[in-house]
C-alpha cells in the first residue's frame, strides 16, 4: 500500500454554507470578424457562500433493521451525525456539536446505538464516542493524548475491535471491546511497530504489515493463538492485507510483485498456497467481502477516479451497479442481510449525492441533494483528463479545468494546482475550492508529477530523494502547457497546492523564481529537517520508510534536506504570496508558516498570512474554509489577474488570526 506523509485533507468534500444573491456575469461575444472563434458561454458568478453551501457528507451504516442509515454531514458548519430513511425524507441531527466535528463510525449491529470519533479541532488525537440509546454520550477511549481507531466488529456481533497507542505512544495496539461494561482487552501488543490490518471472523488470524520503504511492504499472517507469525509475500514488493475469506480459511492481500500496479491474490492459510484473483490496468486499491460473503467488492484507481467492481464470489460474475448520468459511483456499502446496497455517486462537475439501491428489485433511490440549490448545474465544469511531456519527456497525467468564459479572445489566468504527499494524486472529485476559482475565470491544471501514485511503482518512486527537483520540473512543465493553450494568459500563472503541494509552492517560488507569477502555500513544509524530526508519534513505524524516500533528518542527508528547504533560501523569493495555515496541525507545524512569512517579508514581497486558531492539517469548519478561499481568491485577483482592489504596498504584509 503506497503511502503519504503529508496527505492534503482534499477540498474534494468540504463543501459549504449561506444563501446570497448570486451576480449575472455575462461573457463577451465571438467577434463577428473572427467567426472561427468559440463562442463563450455565459455563466453566473458565485460568492464562496454559495459554492460552499454544497452539503458534504460521508458514511452510511444501516441501522439493524435497514430503516435508515449513519452518515456525517457538514450542513452545520461543520461535521455532525445524522440519520436519514432508507425510504428517502429529511436528514435528522443526532448530535449538534459546534467545535469539534464528529464522524459517524457506525450504528450497533443489533440495536441502534451508536460509535462515533472526534478529536480537539484538528490534532488528529481521535477518540472513540458511544451515543446510548437514551441519547447520552461516552467516550470510550477517554485516555489523554492517547489516539484509538475504529478497526471492525467482531462476528458474534457483541464486541469490537480498535487500535490505540494508549500503552506506547509510537506504536498502534490492537484491543478488543464487548458492550457490557465496555472494558477494552487488549488482543495484540505490537512491540516491534507493525500496522494492523484485517482480523479473521474466528479470530484467530491476524494481518500485520511492516514498511521497508514508501512503495515496499512486507505482509505477515499472525496466529493469535500460537504467537507464530508467517510472511505471505515471498519477495519485495508493495503488500496489503485487504479481508479474510467468511469462513477464516483465506487472506486476501494486494501486491505489485512482478508487476508496475497492485492486484488481488488469495493466500490459503492450511495449504500456504497463492493465487491471483483479479489484475487490472491500474492499482487495484482495496477489496473486502460483505457479511455473509456473497459478494466481494474491489476498488480500481482507474485514471485518478474509483472504478468499483462488486462480484458474486459463487459465481464470480459481476453484478450490474445502476447507471446514473454523467456521474460515476464512488463508493458502496452493504446492509448486513446484504439485500440494500449504500452509494455514492457524483462526478469531478458536481458533489456526490447518497443513494440507496434494492438488490433484488433493482430499485435505486436518491436520498440527499447536495448541490446549492442556488447553483446552475451547467456552469459547473467538467475536468478534463490530460497528459503532456515534462522536461525530460516523461509524459506527466494531469486534471484540467477550464473555465467556461475562457477562449482565445478571452484569455485567463491559470493555476498549478499540486496534491499533498509526497506520494498523493489530485483525482477526479469534485472540488468547491477548485470550482469556485474556476467560476471565478482561473484555469486549474492539477499536475500529478513524478512521484504521484495510481501510475504505477516506478513512476512513483521517481522522486525518491529528489524532491524540489524533477518534481518540481513537472510543475514547471505543467505552467508550459498551460501557456500553450489559446484561452490562458502565459503572463498570468501561479502555483498552488496544500501540505507537499504547500512545499512544491514555495520550492518554485525559491528555486524557480520566475516561473511563476503568485504562490498560494496551505500548510506547506519549508524545513524539511524539523518536519521530520517532529513527525507525530504514531507514525514511528513508518519512520524509517520515509527517511529513505525523503532522506534521515539526523544523518548526512540533512545537508540535502537543508538545500531544498525554502526557508533556507527565502532571499529568492521574488513575487506575491499567500499562506494558510491551522495552529493544531501535528504534521506541519505552525512554526513552518510562520517562519517562511517572516522570511519572505524580508525582500519587500508582499505577504499575506491566515492562521486559523482551531484548524489542523486542512481546514474542515465551514466558516474557515469560506474565509480561507474567499481570501485566497482576493488575492488572486489583485496579484495574479490584477484587476481588484488595491495592492498591498511592497513588504507589508496582511496577517489575521481566524
Known amino acids: 500500500m503506497k503511502r503519504t506523509l503529508l496527505k492534503c485533507m482534499p477540498v474534494k468534500g468540504l463543501a459549504m454554507i449561506a444563501s446570497i444573491t448570486m451576480i449575472a456575469w455575462s461573457c463577451k461575444e465571438t467577434p463577428k470578424e473572427n467567426p472561427d472563434a468559440a463562442i463563450t458561454k455565459t455563466v453566473k458568478s458565485y460568492t464562496i457562500e454559495q459554492m460552499m453551501d454544497n452539503e458534504a457528507i460521508g458514511g452510511g451504516s444501516f441501522s439493524p433493521d435497514n430503516s435508515k442509515l449513519l452518515i456525517s454531514s457538514n450542513r452545520s458548519g461543520i461535521y455532525n451525525m445524522y440519520t436519514i430513511s432508507t425510504e428517502g425524507g429529511e436528514m435528522m441531527p443526532v448530535t449538534e456539536s459546534d467545535s469539534s466535528s464528529v464522524f459517524a463510525i457506525s450504528y450497533f449491529p443489533k440495536d441502534e446505538r451508536m460509535l462515533f470519533r472526534m478529536d480537539g479541532n484538528g490534532d488528529e488525537i481521535y477518540h472513540i464516542y458511544l451515543r446510548n440509546l437514551n441519547g447520552s454520550i461516552t467516550d470510550l477511549t477517554p485516555e489523554e493524548g492517547a489516539r484509538a481507531s475504529f478497526h471492525a466488529w467482531a462476528a458474534d456481533k457483541k ?10 505512544a509510537r506504536y498502534m495496539d490492537l484491543y478488543q471491546m464487548d458492550f457490557l461494561d465496555y472494558r477494552p482487552q487488549l488482543i495484540y501488543q505490537n512491540n516491534e511497530g507493525y500496522d494492523i490490518g484485517p482480523i479473521s471472523k474466528d479470530q484467530k488470524y491476524l494481518a500485520l504489515s511492516k514498511s521497508l520503504n514508501t512503495n515496499d511492504v512486507n505482509l505477515f499472517l499472525q496466529n493469535l493463538e500460537t504467537g507464530e507469525k508467517t510472511q505471505i509475500n515471498e519477495a519485495q514488493s508493495a503488500n496489503s492485507g485487504q479481508d479474510f475469506t467468511p469462513d477464516s480459511g483465506a487472506l486476501y492481500y494486494t501486491t505489485d510483485l512482478d508487476s508496475e500496479f497492485s492486484y488481488v491474490m488469495k493466500y490459503d492459510i492450511q495449504s500456504g498456497e497463492r493465487s491471483k484473483v483479479m489484475e487490472r490496468d491500474w492499482d487495484i486499491m482495496g477489496s473486502y467481502f460483505t457479511e455473509n460473503g456473497t459478494y466481494q467488492v ?78 446552475e448545474p451547467s456552469d459547473l465544469v467538467s475536468a478534463e483528463v490530460i497528459r503532456y511531456k515534462s522536461f525530460d519527456g516523461m509524459e506527466i497525467p494531469a486534471i484540467y479545468y477550464k473555465p467556461h468564459q475562457a477562449s482565445e479572445t478571452n484569455k485567463v489566468p491559470a493555476l498549478v494546482w499540486v496534491h499533498g504527499g509526497p506520494g498523493g494524486q489530485s483525482r477526479q472529485n469534485f472540488s468547491s475550492f477548485i470550482q469556485y476559482l474556476v467560476n471565478h475565470g482561473y484555469a486549474v491544471l492539477a499536475v500529478n508529477n513524478r512521484g504521484s501514485s495510481g501510475y504505477g511503482k516506478s513512476f512513483y518512486k521517481m522522486d525518491d530523494l529528489n524532491h524540489g527537483d524533477k518534481d518540481l520540473k513537472d510543475c514547471v512543465e505543467g505552467k508550459n502547457w498551460l501557456a500553450n493553450q489559446p484561452e490562458i494568459d502565459g503572463d498570468k500563472i501561479g502555483i498552488i497546492g496544500g501540505s507537499y503541494g504547500g512545499y ?116 474542515v469548519k465551514k466558516e474557515n474554509q469560506i474565509e480561507a478561499y474567499s481570501r485566497v481568491l482576493q488575492f488572486l485577483d489583485v496579484y495574479l489577474k490584477g484587476d481588484a482592489g488595491t495592492p498591498i504596498e511592497d513588504g507589508e504584509s496582511m496577517e489575521s488570526d481566524i
Open 298 to 375: 474491489t476498488y480500481i484507481n482507474e485514471d485518478a477516479k474509483n472504478v468499483i467492481a462488486v462480484t458474486e464470489t459463487a459465481t464470480g460474475t459481476n453484478i450490474d451497479l445502476p447507471s446514473l448520468p454523467n456521474m460515476d459511483i464512488t463508493n458502496v456499502g452493504f446492509s448486513d442481510d446484504e439485500k440494500l446496497m449504500s452509494l455514492y455517486a457524483g462526478g469531478s462537475q458536481t458533489p456526490s449525492n447518497l443513494y440507496v439501491y434494492d438488490l433484488e428489485t433493482k430499485e435505486l433511490k436518491q436520498l440527499t441533494n447536495v448541490l446549492n440549490p442556488e447553483i
Open 159 to 168: 464486541s469490537f475491535f480498535f487500535t490505540s497507542n494508549k500503552r506506547d
Open 504 to 619: 512544491m509552492t514555495m520550492a518554485a517560488l525559491t528555486y524557480t523564481p520566475e516561473e511563476f507569477a503568485v504562490g498560494v502555500n496551505l500548510f506547506g513544509v519549508t524545513n524539511w529537517i524539523r518536519t521530520l524530526r517532529s513527525i507525530p508519534p504514531w507514525w514511528e513505524s513508518f519512520k524509517d520508510a520515509l527517511y529513505l524516500e525523503l532522506g534521515d533528518p539526523n544523518s548526512a542527508d540533512s545537508v540535502r534536506l537543508k538545500a531544498i528547504s525554502p526557508l533556507f533560501h527565502t532571499d529568492k523569493v521574488t513575487k506575491p504570496l499567500i499562506v494558510l495555515q491551522g495552529s493544531k496541525d501535528p504534521r506541519v507545524l505552525q512554526v513552518e508558516s510562520d517562519e517562511i512569512v517572516a522570511g519572505v517579508k524580508k525582500n519587500g514581497v508582499p505577504v499575506e498570512y491566515v492562521l486559523f486558531e482551531d484548524e489542523g492539517h486542512g481546514f
